[in-house]
T-cell receptor, first 114, second 113 residues
Framework: AQSVTQLGSHVSVSEGALVLLRCNYS??????LFWYVQYPNQGLQLLLK??????LVKGINGFEAEFKKSETSFHLTKPSAHMSDAAEYFC????????????FGRGTSLIVHP | DVKVTQSSRYLVKRTGEKVFLECVQD?????MFWYRQDPGLGLRLIYF???????EKGDIPEGYSVSREKKERFSLILESASTNQTSMYLC????????????FGSGTQLSVL
């Protein structure tokens, strides 16, 4: 079985500050990992994905995430927050040798203050 | 761009009504999914389908059924709506070798009164 834990249901930062959203995974096999973003009144869209290539993955809108096997983590970062980054962020894990269906975390709401 | 379209953005129904939520994708994807999203619970998989007329139960199928008569269309059915089914419903699709990358619709906010 696979699962993800997102630490913190809400994260608040000031505009221009570092964004760090935490995700830890549990998987019996080397996983595929994803970050999705959901802007208000929209569906989810893929920010970035890790599929066993480079451990540092760059995504859209200046976000990146690093796969750390020893820590079973896949934290999402952005050096400088922008007001438009305010959204709900979901980490997800899938089993590349299994059903491929991602299991989602509970989500973290990013609040950006001016 | 891949487009996943859900027929209604907001829906209000009465307890006991039969409810149909429709989803259409335009990218010839094999796989389609229905999730419900609740605050603090994230996304939970209700049903998915990997081919026409094929369906598999997800994590919370109770009280729901699905239909996939055509490749591009995946319908979620609430046979007898209950208040605990008030939620945001998200449809998604992916290609057969999508390795977990899903394309989502904008969601249907269903309120059951």
């Amino acid at each position: 079985a696979q699962s993800v834990t997102q630490l913190g249901s809400h994260v608040s930062v000031s505009e221009g500050a570092l964004v760090l959203l935490r995700c830890n995974y549990s998987s019996s096999v080397p996983p595929y990992l994803f970050w999705y973003v959901q802007y208000p009144n929209q569906g989810l869209q893929l920010l970035l994905k890790y599929t066993s290539a480079a451990t540092l993955v760059k995504g859209i809108n200046g976000f990146e995430a690093e796969f750390k096997k020893s820590e079973t983590s896949f934290h999402l970062t952005k050096p400088s927050a922008h007001m438009s980054d305010a959204a709900e962020y979901f980490c997800a894990v899938s089993d590349p040798g299994g059903s491929y269906i991602p299991t989602f975390g509970r989500g973290t709401s990013l609040i950006v203050h001016p | 761009d891949v487009k996943v379209t859900q027929s209604s953005r907001y829906l209000v129904k009465r307890t006991g009504e039969k409810v149909f939520l429709e989803c259409v994708q335009d990218m010839d994807h094999e796989n389609m999914f229905w999730y419900r999203q609740d605050p603090g619970l994230g996304l939970r998989l209700i049903y998915f389908s990997y081919d026409v007329k094929m369906k598999e139960k997800g994590d919370i199928p109770e009280g729901y059924s699905v239909s996939r008569e055509k490749k591009e269309r995946f319908s979620l059915i609430l046979e007898s709506a209950s208040t605990n089914q008030t939620s945001m419903y998200l449809c998604a699709s992916s290609p057969g070798t999508g390795v977990g990358k899903l394309f989502f619709g904008s969601g249907t906010q269903l309120s059951v009164l």
